[in-house]
């Protein structure tokens, strides 16, 4: 065929270009001969495989070669722009070479990171030396963001220097976005033949490509599909006003069913990968709670019905998988470590919303109770909880001081329970002293509407990490005076043999505010004998108010954790 062998001479023209150190040649004909292995090579057969293989030995050419003259070790180095030029492109060329399904020899990463190490700081340091034009400035910038972005992916463990590079060239660097056509909203059709052209041809030259993923975002006033970070979006916010669930349905279908046609055939190397949905929607609140804005509280049970969906495409015999890229969490730093429940947190949204009518609800109840009747139970309430009655109704039902019998809570003592739990997350949202994880993923969606009204006006981005391990506690608590808060601590007292080690049991019988006086006494009587370093809370609605307080008015610094923790394992 005329264009595999046009393919072959590519290859040989290359490496004939390669010998004569014309680097401009060379690179040109490995473009040429990247581009035909596309339509030469699309499926699995032995002729596929013998061609990538072909190419795949150019690329280790011509990074033995290009390694040759630009690393800062070299005998005969070229000037340092071309240098600087020579390591962005081939940084490039071997991002694309990481999809393709050919096996790189083991030397290749070890060449690579040394190019894109070198590049990185050449780009760099163009940006300290005097008169550079204003676009050159931008350009160079632009290059050395997008090379330490891919060290911190080489680099495993990433060093801090790296990650502070990357955060002071990404305040000055815009990131670059490849749009679709249609800035409303599409048709069903139209979103997929957009999905499928974006998805073919690439991310734009020179975008940031740590990862080549899948992402749901709801950002007001963008296109439906388009590039940005190396994550090709789905952009939902056209959608969200409808209340149309049927709808979001169809349209994440319709995107994911334009990403497989272009799939249809490529390398198993090529695959996407599938950012969680959550991860999608705190980089939209990142970008609005910056610009002073955010989402309609409705929105967000809306985003998490569609996310459903996006999670179902990445079920059983799907062609990509889920990959997250939350931060792990690092507890040193911070005063409280909070594990999200989310019966405390649909609770507290519901106080915070219905504050001015709170007492016919808390009546609501109390009337059902009497009358022996169950509050209402609705099946989508885990997506959307917004009756105030069932939000509470659950919290009582799991056990809020006082509540267990006779008349309900007043209803300033549940807006005071309410600010002790909206307290370490105004701690985590406002000054950056909590962390916040869930095991359940529930959680994680109710707090984002709650952590979008304590951020308003703040700039700051909603800060979630990774579950912790139970190693990562253990280690966290391992020699430290620690008491514990839990229901069941007499039996757990005769399972622990560790020192020190307080366990204490939460009152019964005492309203809220007697028994987070009562547990706060216990404690400073303790801590009077001896500092205590960590207090971990795992008794149910008491807990974040009992960390909070011992934490504002004593410095004692709180693990809060769900009940689910076997503590035995996390102290033995």
């Known amino acids: 065929m ?15 270009a390669i010998g004569r150190r014309d680097w401009s040649a060379a690179l040109e004909l490995q473009k040429g001969a990247r581009d035909l292995l596309g339509s030469l090579a699309p499926g699995d057969s032995d002729r596929a495989g013998e061609l990538h293989r072909f190419y795949g030995e150019l690329v280790n050419d011509l990074t033995i070669a290009i390694h ?104 000055v660097v815009p990131a670059p976005v490849a749009r679709s056509e249609n800035h409303s909203r599409p048709s069903n059709s139209e979103l997929a033949a957009t999905a499928s052209r974006l998805w073919r041809d690439g991310p734009p030259a020179g975008a940031r490509q740590l990862l080549r993923q899948l992402a749901l975002v709801a950002l007001p006033g963008e296109e439906a599909v388009a590039w940005r970070d190396g994550c090709l979006e789905l952009n939902l916010h056209p959608w969200l006003a409808d209340g149309d669930e049927a709808g979001l349905d169809r349209v994440v279908s319709a995107f994911f069913s334009g990403v497989r046609d272009s799939l249809a055939g490529a390398p198993t190397a090529q695959k996407p990968l599938l950012e969680p949905a959550l991860e999608g929607m705190l980089r939209s609140l990142s970008v609005l709670w910056i610009a002073g804005s955010g989402l309609e509280p409705e929105c967000f049970a809306r985003f998490r019905y569609a996310a459903a969906v996006w999670h179902r495409h990445a079920g059983v015999g799907s062609p990509w998988q889920e990959h997250s890229s939350l931060p792990p969490l690092e507890p040193t730093s911070f005063k409280l470590l909070v594990e999200l429940e989310p019966l405390e947190l649909a609770a507290v949204r519901a106080l915070v919303r219905q504050e001015p009518v709170i007492d016919p609800v808390l009546l609501r109840l109390s009337t059902l109770r009497q009358g022996g009747e169950a509050f209402p139970r609705n099946p989508a309430w885990w997506f959307d909880p917004t009756d105030p009655v069932e939000s509470l109704g659950r919290l009582f039902e799991a056990g809020f001081p006082g509540a267990g019998t006779g008349d309900l809570p007043a209803a300033e003592v549940c807006r005071r329970w309410a600010d002790g739990v909206l307290g370490p997350l105004m701690m985590a949202a406002l000054w950056g002293e909590a962390v916040l994880w869930s095991s359940d993923d529930s959680a994680d969606w109710f707090v984002l509407p709650l952590l979008q009204a304590l951020s308003e006006g703040s700039g700051r981005r909603p800060e979630l990490v990774e579950p ?18 839990t229901n069941g601590a007499d039996g757990l007292r005769r399972r622990l043999k560790r020192e ?31 500092p205590i370093d960590w207090v971990v809370a795992s008794c149910g609605p008491l807990r974040l108010p ?10 004692i610094r709180g693990l809060a954790l769900a009940a689910r923790h076997d503590l035995v394992e996390l102290l033995g």
């Open 500 to 530: 020190p080690l307080h366990l204490l049991e939460p009152p019964v019988g005492l309203g809220y505010e007697e028994a987070l006086a009562a547990l706060v006494d216990q404690i400073l009587g303790l801590h009077r004998q001896q």
């Open 2 to 16: 005329a264009a595999e062998a046009t393919f072959l001479e590519s290859l040989t023209g290359s490496r004939q």
């Open 68 to 171: 040759g003259v630009v690393n800062t070790n070299s005998p005969q180095p070229l000037e340092q722009p071309r240098r600087a030029e020579l390591c962005l492109e081939l940084s490039r060329i071997l991002v694309d070479h990481q999809h393709l399904p050919v096996s790189p020899p083991d030397w290749l990463p070890v060449l690579e990171q040394q190019v894109v190490q070198d590049g990185a700081a050449f780009w760099k340091s163009f940006l300290t030396e005097p008169g550079w034009a204003q676009d050159l400035l931008a350009r160079a910038a632009a290059s050395s963001l997008e090379l330490h972005e891919r060290l911190a992916v080489l680099l495993d463990p990433c060093p801090a220097w790296v990650l502070a590079e990357v955060e002071a060239l990404r305040a």
């Open 468 to 485: 912790p391990t139970r190693t990562q506690l253990s280690a966290l608590l391992a020699e430290r005076h620690v008491v514990v808060v």
């Open 546 to 555: 009992l960390l909070l307080e011992l934490q504002l008015r004593h410095g």
